[in-house]
């Protein structure tokens, strides 16, 4: 379930590293563990709904355990926006090579990156263990936990979130079913679904705190992070007084 703004600053940890890339609110995307799939929404109304594939060892944030991290993460980073589809990527760099879908004996990341950052305790090392949404050649294995912890997609379905998502942009990856979200109107043009510039965010253009209406500030992120630490503390003195 799609937690209320005002609620969310009270679970985003931040450092200063966060402020690097304001959280675009507008556009959303949310990642249903149990149903292995991806929901796009943007301005409270669903665009489109993609199967996916999460990690085959399972959740949480564990160094060296391959697993999907859960919790309220952002878009930091897209790579490849003018790569061919099935392009195979090798420590975020095009190669050159192009694969068909469900070539065999391969499973390299393909056709776009869209790179993750977490905005809370429990998704902390995302960026730094490269938890990507990602095209794969095994589309076969989309719709079931298959991945190394990243979050896989069709090749044609991730090209076009890479298009229509901004840096920026708020993921919430839950284990729980997907949200029943409107559909947003039909007459809606698809150039909203980009930032102001109407041109596709890549890792060298982050979003600017003024692209959206509902981009969180700096200082409003640092509030809410610190509102957190202090119930936490409250908390535990709680507890142990208990």
């Not at 929901?39 to 391959?66: C, E, H, I, N």
Request: glycine share 8%.
């Amino acid at each position: 379930m799609l937690r209320p703004l005002a609620v969310l600053f009270g679970f985003i940890s931040i450092t200063p590293v966060f402020a690097l890339t304001p959280v675009n609110t507008s556009n959303q995307v949310i990642i249903s563990v149990r149903d292995q799939k991806l929901m796009l929404v943007q301005d409270g109304g669903k665009v489109a709904t993609y199967p996916v594939s999460t990690s085959m060892f399972g959740v949480g944030d564990y160094w060296g355990r391959m697993t999907t991290p859960l919790g309220y993460l952002a878009v930091e980073k897209k790579i490849g926006g003018n790569a061919p589809t099935g392009a195979v990527f090798h420590k975020r760099r095009f190669t050159g090579e192009v694969l068909q879908p469900n070539a065999p004996g391969r499973d390299p990341v393909i056709t776009r990156i869209i790179w993750l950052r977490g905005l809370e305790a429990q998704n902390a090392h995302a960026f730094q263990r490269g938890i990507y949404i990602h095209g794969t050649p095994q589309e076969k294995s989309i719709g079931r936990p298959a991945s190394y912890g990243c979050i896989r997609m069709k090749s044609t379905d991730v090209a076009a979130l890479y298009d229509r998502v901004p840096v920026g942009a708020l993921v919430q990856i839950t284990p729980e079913h997907l949200p029943k979200v409107a559909k947003a109107p039909r007459s809606q043009p698809a150039s909203t679904f980009v930032t102001a510039s109407a041109k596709p965010q890549n890792q060298d253009q982050p979003i600017s705190a003024s692209a959206s209406n509902d981009a969180l500030s700096v200082e409003q992120m640092r509030k809410g992070g610190a509102l957190a630490a202090q119930r936490a503390k409250a908390k535990l003195e709680l507890n142990k007084r208990l």
